[in-house]
């Protein structure tokens, strides 16, 4: 019912890959899911990670969330979300349980960029007269930059990957060929999905950790002698 | 709630094949992960951190689906889920275990060994409960995450609590949906709540006299 040859013959197709359920459309709409969510999330996370980091109160947030959102499941979540907001709101529905699952990492991962940060640097600003909001943006910002996008690393992967539930609710996104082929037994469909879905997991997630490590130069840069 | 009430049951039922789902590959994936941590040579750590870090990142769905193609069992049906959730568990613990290994702080490994412990005495009685609290946490991160996401075993046709997503959405049964959603943090919790428990447990000289040492 499944073979190598099967899935390269389905994946040499032109027809797999052209039109509105093909997987040039599905890949992009995936990828524009994922951004969307994560933006969301972003959005309401890293300023309060970076609060929290900087006054030093509402740690409990960050570490609460974090356990209780685990426990959570996203499929469960999505549907309620769908059928309390209505079918009609139903994309906002789907950011906002992706966003659900992607604010505990970028909220620990700004939290946690603002608390590793060394004593003195963060006092000297303070000494130099700065003031709070001075501190965040050209001290506390620029230093937790690496592990903020560590943060969105993992909720990269987490989101990418829970996107696929997506036409559980008619929506788009590469779920659509595992879903829809579950459903036809065309496991050569559901297969090839997958491999495409896992291969922008690992190269998104490649590419932000690749991120992570040039920003982190910035808090602890090679030194001048030292050869790379 | 009327709806828990009326279908107590039905939702127990679910319950216990969710439960009987989750707790083979917490065991088999955490024992794995555990050894594992501790065998791999330090010449293989950073190819066994690129091939568990990129099997993380496999959606669950997708890996539940891409299973048989890969090993040939059979498409519909609790194995490759809980083949899956196994493999999940064992790469998520395995970074928590290496962490909690390396917090052994070498002298104790040192004086063990001049003591005259064999490789094998030194992990079962000095590194393994030096380890402990570390290898908890990652369990309990571990089991809450396995939880949750074996409720998506539902759409590939494994009856646990994922199913009252599913039919929830389709009969447009709210109660239904928040009843899984409860249950499901409730045995999360549950989970939590063991291991911590075990924890507490294994190590009574953490806590002996309430004065942690």
Redesign the interface.
């Known amino acids: 019912?499944?073979s190598i040859p099967d899935?390269a013959a389905w994946f040499a197709d032109p027809v797999h890959w052209d039109g509105r359920y093909g997987l040039w459309f599905l890949l992009l709409e995936h990828i524009a899911i994922t951004l969307a969510a994560l933006l969301l999330a972003a959005v309401v996370a890293l300023p309060l990670g970076l609060a929290i980091g900087h006054t030093g109160s509402g740690e409990f947030l960050v570490i609460g969330l974090g356990?209780i959102s685990?426990?959570?499941?996203?499929?469960?979540?999505l549907?309620?979300l769908?059928?309390?907001w209505g079918v009609q709101l139903r994309d906002f529905s789907l950011l906002v349980a992706l966003a659900a699952i992607a604010i505990p990492p970028l909220l620990a991962g700004a939290y946690a960029g603002v608390t590793t940060i060394p004593w003195g640097i963060r006092d000297s600003a303070k000494a130099q007269g700065m003031t709070g909001f001075q501190r965040i943006r050209y001290v506390e910002f620029p230093l937790a930059t690496s592990s903020m996008i560590g943060g969105m690393r993992i909720a990269f992967?987490q989101v990418?990957?829970?996107v696929?539930?997506a036409p559980?609710?008619g929506l788009g996104g590469l779920?659509f060929g595992?879903?829809q082929?579950?459903a036809l037994?065309n496991?050569s469909q559901?297969?090839a999905?997958?491999?495409v879905?896992?291969v922008i997991?690992?190269v998104g997630?490649q590419l932000l950790g690749w991120l992570q490590q040039r920003t982190g130069d910035r808090l602890d840069p090679p030194h001048p002698l030292e050869k790379k | 709630m009327e709806w828990f009430f009326a279908n107590a049951s039905f939702v127990a039922g679910l319950a216990l094949t969710h439960l009987s789902i989750v707790i083979v590959p917490l065991v088999l994936g955490s024992i794995l992960a555990i050894v594992g941590a501790r065998l791999v040579r330090a010449r293989w750590v950073p190819g066994t951190t690129t091939v568990l870090s990129a099997v993380y990142a496999i959606p669950s769905l997708a890996l539940f689906v891409a299973l048989p193609a890969l090993i040939g069992t059979p498409f519909i049906g609790p194995t490759n889920v809980m083949i899956a959730l196994t493999v999940y568990a064992m790469a998520s613990m395995y970074f928590s275990a290496r962490d909690a290994f390396s917090q052994v702080p070498p002298s104790t490994k040192t004086t063990a060994t001049a003591l005259g412990m064999s490789p094998l005495q030194l992990f079962v009685h000095v590194e393994l409960p030096m380890a402990i609290p570390g290898l908890i946490s990652g369990l309990r991160v571990v089991s809450a995450s396995t939880v949750s996401m074996a409720a998506i075993g539902a759409v590939v046709g494994v009856r646990n609590l994922g199913y009252l997503f599913l039919d929830g959405f389709q009969r447009r049964i709210p109660e239904e949906i928040g009843t899984g959603l409860v249950a499901v943090f409730v045995i999360a919790m549950a989970f939590d709540l063991g291991l911590w428990l075990l924890g507490r447990a294994l190590t009574p000289w953490r806590t002996r006299g309430g004065q942690r040492v």
């Not at chain 1, 685990?70 to 979540?77: C, D, K, Q, S």
Request: proline content about 2%.
């Open positions: 019912m499944f899935l356990s685990r426990a959570v499941p996203t499929m469960g979540l549907f309620a769908v059928l309390l992967i990418v990957s829970t696929v539930l559980l609710v779920g595992i879903v082929g579950l037994r496991y559901v297969v999905s997958s491999l879905i896992i997991t690992i997630s």
